[in-house]
């Protein structure tokens, strides 16, 4: 096989030609350097660089495909274009695509080798994949093609029938890959592939008509497949099958339009002149491709065998200046170099419209480069890390006090660069007003607490109680409002009031308790009153003891310290989130030295500060504890008084006819105010007043009034003197039930009832105030890594954080010569796009 490799072995892009049975001749300069503008050299450079680097995917130089019915002349086409002569004999035909890459290198080299199909086994691919041959002389490429076809198991075209095979050809989609490298020749990718055909015959089956067809719309369908098609005007231009099938495709794929380059072969044979003439003034085909169809004479197999490519393109020229009918083509529209034109303002256009986003991706990867080396600065000597970990430091200390505050500042960027350029300092940590996702309210953490606060405190008013008291009359659906805050209707203060900001999840796990037990007054009385003989200490009969006042608000509020733990757990996860990310801000470039600061710093201290919290936790459970009164001794108002005395008005006014419970509930009531005046005459007085006050509309004002006026005069003394005083006592006396234990335990309930609201919510506010605010948030941006914090630590522990490594310097050398590269690339693609 003759002319086979005039790029490989005898340098393709300076122009040397081979012919068989003679010696090389020189062609024309420049032929093949006219498929590529001069510009694009600097870009496929560029894309070359990136492809070394692997920053994007998104773009590859562009390769060519020609694709073509059988016996239309694409090989000799691609020859005229690349230099390059494809071994075609008269019954050979193409059985699978070869793939040519042409690739600019100061040397001169050839591989050939297989590409492995996707479909082929793994066994196969591997076999495949060790088949590479180097080609040192021109004359070895049409023993290594046959070598190809052994290792791929496709017989030649030329071998059936005559005592060769009998089955019908077989086509694969392995390619055979030819990539040569020369100081001078163009950059791109031309790929031929198998022929179409549309009728079957002893040699060409449907099983092999489907695997062509199949193959071909693969490679149409890549969009960094500029199309070659080529159609053979010796065939009706309307029997194309190549023609069709880019004509439906067209239909679902707009871009064939621009990418696909239509070329009508072997003038001299068309049976139409008129047609083709047609065809290329855009009046007969109706593809709508944007660039103009040509034509090119190509060479038969005995011109291929024997004739130079450069004594063939001055034969193309020739024809096509003295043909009658050929001569009236534009120049711009017949022989090979206006279809080199046509490609290389095609390849640019190309290449132009796919810069934008590989700009992108470049731009993107140059701020990461940069970032990483801000970050990755030298460390080799301990100041230098010092210095390293400061910076980072001072930014997290920064973002944490804003976080803590509520003020959501981010730092001021000092660094000079344009206004709308991305930047590491610029770039926004905390969150615009629109951006409501979880992930940003982790970064607003007073926001966030507080909303845990809010369900705290609703967890508390609604979970906390162990019994709740209900009237007798109904004892399992109406409460009596002993808390004036909290309405009938108690949607306004149940965890779901944050249901919307809240997560579900957060709601379940950490402020969802069972709901408090629902108990008469009647029965409450009775259960502690049969209890108070067992708690006796020093009192006298009808009181009951201090222990049975601090044990039943004990009992009321024993779910207080489960509650209040899943609140300080909820703010834990919120606080070591925002840490998370404030961490991952403040040191974005390394992530070893960013797990070894969470590992030996921040975890250590927040541990330390969690279990500081834990501890003024258990202190506040303490103060609730038996025995500390202290706690209620500032609750003394007339506030509580008036509010109690409403419920009990209107216990009264559903009390008896006969007016025993009323006298009951009164006799309580009185004995409470005159026991917790404890010899207090004026305070006795003031709440005897809110009393009568609140009681006027009650069923046992007759009984009350009388004894509650004669209890004291107007000066707020006893009235009368001693005397006066027994008429309080009998009057007191009156109204006191048969049993003295009912009448302790009465009173201990309403004593506990009046004050488990104001210690409630006393309680809501020391653990949301002491525990979460002062002893979390206000601790937080100066206990869990400052600057002051690193320059405290030993040498030791630097070195073990930031110490960097012998491969942590060559990959800062290697990141920078990567980014100078880069930046280098930018600044090419950028002006080749502009």
Request: with cysteine.
């Amino acid at each position: 096989m003759s002319n086979l490799f005039a790029s490989a072995a005898s340098g393709l892009a300076s122009g040397w030609r081979g012919t068989a049975g003679s010696t090389e001749s020189q062609a024309t300069p420049g032929a093949v350097q006219d498929l590529t503008d001069p510009k694009q050299v600097g870009v496929f450079d560029a894309l070359k660089e990136l492809s070394r680097l692997k920053v994007t995917s998104t773009i590859e130089i562009p390769q060519l495909i020609v694709v073509g019915d059988q016996s239309t002349g694409k090989s000799s086409v691609l020859e005229a274009i690349g230099r390059f002569h494809f071994p075609v004999a008269g019954r050979v035909c193409t059985q699978f695509p070869t793939k040519l890459i042409l690739r600019r290198s100061s040397e001169e080299h050839t591989v050939v080798s297989i590409q492995p199909a996707p479909s082929r086994t793994d066994a196969d691919r591997e076999r495949l994949e060790k088949f590479r041959e180097e080609l040192s002389r021109p004359d070895e490429f049409p023993a290594l093609v046959d070598r190809a076809r052994a290792e791929l198991g496709v017989p030649a075209s030329s071998n059936y029938g005559a005592g060769g095979s009998q089955e019908p050809l077989r086509f694969v989609e392995d390619v055979l890959v030819v990539k040569s490298s020369g100081p001078d020749l163009v950059q791109v990718d031309l790929v031929d592939l198998p022929g179409l055909f549309t009728a079957e015959t002893q040699q060409q089956d449907g099983v092999g008509m489907r695997i062509v067809n199949d193959m071909v719309r693969q490679y149409i369908r890549s969009r960094n497949s500029l199309v070659l098609l080529v159609v053979s005007v010796a065939t009706s231009f309307a029997n194309q099958a190549a023609r069709a099938m880019i004509q439906d495709m067209a239909q679902t794929d707009r871009t064939l339009e621009d990418r696909v380059i239509g070329v009508m072969t072997n003038p001299d044979r068309a049976v139409s002149v008129e047609d083709a003439l047609d065809v290329l003034n855009g009046s007969l085909d109706s593809t709508n491709l944007r660039h103009k169809w040509l034509v090119v004479k190509n060479q038969g197999q005995q011109e291929r065998s024997n004739e130079p490519l450069d004594q063939r393109d001055w034969r193309e020229e020739h024809f096509f200046l003295n043909h009658p009918e050929w001569n009236r083509v534009p120049r711009t529209q017949c022989g090979i170099n206006a279809l080199r034109s046509t490609l290389r303002v095609a390849l640019l256009q190309h290449t132009q419209a796919a810069l934008p986003g590989v700009i992108v991706e470049v731009e993107a990867t140059v701020k990461t480069l940069e970032a990483r080396l801000d970050a990755g600065v030298s460390r080799s000597t301990p100041e230098a890390r010092q210095v390293f970990l400061c910076d980072i430091a001072q930014k997290f200390s920064d973002l944490t006090r804003e976080a803590c505050s509520g003020t959501y500042q981010d730092e001021q960027c000092k660094a000079l660069h344009k206004v709308g350029d991305e930047c590491r300092v610029c770039a926004r940590f905390f969150p615009r007003l629109r951006d409501d996702s979880p992930a940003s309210q982790d970064r607003k953490l007073r926001a966030n607490i507080r909303l845990l606060s809010r369900a705290f405190a609703s967890a508390m008013r609604e979970y906390g109680k162990t019994e709740e008291i209900v009237s007798s009359s109904n004892n399992s659906n109406t409460s009596i409002n002993t808390n004036p805050n909290r309405e009938t209707d108690h949607s306004a203060h149940e965890p779901h009031d944050v249901a919307g900001l809240l997560s579900p999840d957060t709601i379940a796990a950490h402020y969802t308790f069972p709901a408090p037990g629902r108990i008469s007054h009647q029965d409450l009385n009775a259960w502690l009153a049969a209890r108070i003989p067992q708690w006796r200490g020093r009192e006298p009969q009808g009181e009951a003891s201090e222990n049975t006042y601090h044990l039943l608000f004990e009992h009321q509020s024993e779910k207080w310290p489960a509650i209040a733990a899943a609140h300080l757990d909820a703010v834990w996860q919120a606080v070591q989130r925002f840490v998370d990310v404030a961490l991952t801000a403040s040191c974005p470039a390394d992530d070893d030295v960013r797990a070894a600061i969470r590992t030996h710093l921040t975890q250590p201290a927040l541990a330390d500060l969690q279990r500081a919290s834990h501890r003024a936790m258990l202190s506040l459970i303490g103060c609730h504890a038996r025995g500390r009164t202290g706690f209620y001794d500032g609750f003394v108002d007339v506030g509580p008084l008036r509010r109690r005395a409403r419920g009990l008005s209107a216990r009264l006014d559903r009390s008896d006819d006969d007016g025993t419970a009323g006298g009951s509930f009164a006799g309580d009531m009185l004995g409470f105010v005159l026991s917790a005046a404890g010899g207090n005459a004026a305070w006795a007085k003031s709440s005897i007043g809110v009393l009568a006050g609140e009681l006027a509309r009650g069923a046992v004002l007759g009984q009350l009034g009388g004894a509650l006026a004669d209890v004291f005069d107007g000066t707020g003394e006893s009235a009368g003197g001693a005397g006066d005083g027994e008429v309080g006592r009998e009057a007191y006396f009156v109204l006191v039930p048969r049993s003295m234990d009912n009448l302790a335990a009465a009173r201990a309930v309403e004593h506990v009832e009046m004050f488990y609201e104001m210690s409630m919510m006393s309680f809501v506010g020391y653990v949301n105030s002491l525990v979460v605010e002062s002893g979390i948030l206000h601790e937080l941006p100066r206990a869990i890594l400052t600057q002051h914090r690193i320059l405290r630590e030993d040498a030791a522990k630097i070195e073990l954080i930031a110490g960097e490594k012998a491969s942590d310097a060559r990959k800062r050398e290697r990141d920078q010569a990567d980014l100078d590269t880069l930046k280098r690339v930018l600044e090419t693609l950028k002006g080749f796009s502009g």
